[in-house]
Nanobody
Framework: VQLQACGGGLVQPGGYLRLSCAASRFILDYYAIGWFRQAPGKEREWVSCISSDDDSTDYVDSVKGRFTISRDNAKNTVYLQMNSLKPEDTAVYYC??????????????????WGQGTLVTVSS
């Protein structure tokens, strides 16, 4: 199982980035995709996820209204659009795939498959 995350970079506060997570058709058909992030010196935290069946989405409170997760089945890709970025969004962002019940969607252990991280730096 391969997941490939990309799209990170350096952006000024208030700016935007779009992260991409490329996966196989099989993964996108049967697995939910989540985004996690790990800031320097902090634990990895769940950011968002999108289901495989009805495209339902969810977000950590700190990014609600600023980040949007979506999928493009034709391109086998899940996106994380990040707007109004803040310095505290600086982190390595990871995409991951898993099958789980909704109550465990924020747990790293619910996602057995992980892509490599992509670094997002928000700084002036």
């Amino acid at each position: 199982v391969q997941l490939q995350a990309c799209g990170g970079g350096l952006v000024q506060p208030g700016g935007y980035l779009r992260l991409s997570c490329a996966a196989s058709r099989f993964i996108l058909d049967y697995y939910a995709i989540g985004w996690f992030r790990q800031a320097p010196g902090k634990e990895r935290e769940w950011v968002s996820c999108i289901s495989s069946d009805d495209d339902s989405t969810d977000y950590v409170d700190s990014v609600k209204g600023r980040f949007t997760i979506s999928r493009d089945n034709a391109k086998n890709t899940v996106y994380l659009q990040m707007n109004s970025l803040k310095p505290e969004d600086t982190a390595v962002y990871y995409c991951a795939a898993g099958r789980f019940i909704a109550s465990t969607r924020t747990y790293q252990s619910a996602y057995p498959y992980w892509g490599q991280g992509t670094l997002v730096t928000v700084s002036s």
